[in-house]
């Protein structure tokens, strides 16, 4: 990637950090509703929201990441997400606390993910992008979940089909 290369992303908050994931990889950001619970998931694991008549694994992203959970408001919403794995695509609702904008960052501005100690695992982070007022994380959605737990958030999606 030259420096001079830029990357577009949808940034979204978690609390006071801001995270981002590839515009590429974001299909549609919904409007927050109650997810139709699964028995015996991973606690994160919220149910599955329509889409469309499609059903979609939804995943509360604060517990996933180690953040407590919060009352949704008016502003939380579901980012409906691909999730590259190594033998398909998984399609993943992510409900955040708030989306934010499409931001432009040059390649350049990205810096390696820094081993942030015990809040966040560094290998969800793609990179660091400074701004004024603070930082941006890149979300490496690939490295999001394991193989074990992507076969998981992917079962119920296909019982429902």
């Given at each position: 990637?030259?420096?001079?290369?830029?990357?577009?992303?949808?940034?979204?908050?978690?609390?006071?950090?801001?995270?981002?994931?590839?515009?590429?990889?974001?299909?549609?950001?919904?409007?927050?509703?109650?997810?139709?619970?699964?028995?015996?998931?991973?606690d994160?694991?919220?149910?599955l929201?329509?889409?469309?008549?499609?059903?979609?694994?939804?995943?509360?992203?604060?517990?996933?990441?180690?953040?407590?959970?919060?009352t949704?408001?008016?502003?939380?919403?579901?980012?409906?997400?691909?999730?590259?794995?190594?033998?398909?695509?998984?399609?993943?609702?992510?409900?955040?606390?708030?989306?934010?904008?499409?931001?432009t960052?040059?390649?350049d501005?990205?810096?390696?993910?820094?081993?942030?100690g015990?809040?966040?695992?560094?290998?969800?982070?793609?990179?660091?992008?400074?701004?004024?007022?603070?930082?941006?994380?890149?979300?490496?959605?690939?490295?999001i979940?394991?193989?074990?737990e992507?076969?998981?958030?992917?079962?119920?999606?296909?019982?429902?089909?």
């Amino acid at each position: 990637m030259s420096e001079a290369e830029e990357i577009q992303a949808v940034t979204f908050g978690l609390g006071a950090e801001i995270f981002a994931v590839p515009v590429a990889l974001v299909r549609e950001i919904l409007d927050y509703r109650e997810a139709f619970h699964i028995p015996n998931g991973p606690d994160y694991l919220l149910g599955l929201t329509d889409m469309r008549g499609q059903g979609i694994s939804t995943i509360d992203f604060r517990i996933k990441l180690g953040l407590p959970p919060v009352t949704p408001t008016p502003a939380t919403r579901i980012l409906v997400i691909d999730v590259p794995l190594s033998d398909r695509v998984l399609v993943l609702g992510l409900v955040v606390d708030r989306v934010l904008e499409v931001s432009t960052f040059r390649a350049d501005q990205v810096e390696a993910a820094p081993d942030i100690g015990v809040r966040w695992s560094s290998d969800y982070i793609g990179g660091v992008v400074r701004r004024a007022g603070g930082f941006v994380v890149m979300v490496n959605v690939a490295r999001i979940f394991s193989d074990e737990e992507a076969v998981t958030l992917a079962g119920p999606r296909a019982a429902a089909a």
